[in-house]
């Protein structure tokens, strides 16, 4: 079936520090994909998305992009700040669902950012 | 706008008991679901509704029933609860195809 792998945390940095989590998934047919985080204490937010292949996401300095060749959705932010620390989930889509939005999510990974 | 509304926040239960999860969504959105979220395994699908009056399974329905009140309002309920339904819950809801929109929560603990 489909699924989401991405990478063990927890991941530290330094503030201004480059992000890299990377993200892999194995799908039949084309989802989109996503990517979740979660604050300490909360809810899921939606960070950003992507549809089709090539997509680009982006929202608040963070990036992804779609790369079927790859089967691949890493997010990336140029210069991570204290306030980014949280976990964020790669999430997909089954699509077979119809008019719903089933995610199927990866095991979230930990992002601490450092002062 | 309050979005997803989960209640209650927090709450313990003893083996064998009883309890109804609440959610209530106010952005007009057919889809709801319920996920569970336990440490080092993401979220997992328990149920979903697509629209009012219709609901199916998810990748881990066992121990759970749900109810589609109306279309704000989708409801788990666990009959006779385990420990190994400690975990928090979160619901969410969608427009047709659009990203889910989650809850804040529920954290259950059953000793």
């Known amino acids: 079936g489909d699924s989401v792998t991405q990478m063990e945390g927890p991941v530290t940095l330094s503030e201004e520090a480059f992000l890299t989590i990377n993200c892999t998934y194995t799908a039949t047919g084309y989802p989109s994909l996503f990517w979740y985080v979660q604050y300490p204490g909360e809810g899921l937010q939606l960070l950003l998305k992507?549809?089709?292949?090539?997509d680009k996401g982006s929202n608040k300095g963070f990036e992804a992009t779609y790369r079927k060749e790859t089967t691949s959705f890493h997010l990336e932010k140029g210069s991570v700040q204290v306030s980014d620390s949280a976990v964020y989930f790669c999430?997909?889509?089954?699509?077979?669902?119809?008019?719903?939005?089933?995610?199927?999510f990866g095991t979230g990974t930990l992002l601490a950012v450092q002062p | 706008n309050a979005g997803v509304t989960q209640t209650p926040k927090f709450q313990v239960l003893k083996t064998g008991q009883s309890m109804t999860l609440q959610c209530a969504q106010d952005m007009n959105h057919n889809s709801m679901y319920w996920y569970r979220q336990d440490p080092g395994m993401g979220l997992r699908l328990i149920y979903y509704?697509?629209?009012?009056?219709?609901?199916d399974k998810g990748e881990v329905p066992n121990g759970y029933n749900v109810s589609r009140l109306n279309k704000r309002e989708f409801s788990l309920r666990l009959e006779s609860a385990a420990p190994s339904q400690t975990s928090v819950y979160f619901c969410?809801?969608?427009?047709?195809?659009?990203?889910?929109?989650f809850g804040s929560g529920t954290r259950l603990t059953v000793v």
């Open positions: 992507a549809t089709k292949a090539d």
């Open positions: 999430a997909l889509s089954d699509r077979r669902g119809g008019a719903t939005n089933k995610l199927i």
């Open positions: 969410a809801s969608s427009e047709a195809g659009g990203s889910p929109r």
């Open positions: 509704s697509a629209s009012e009056g219709t609901t």
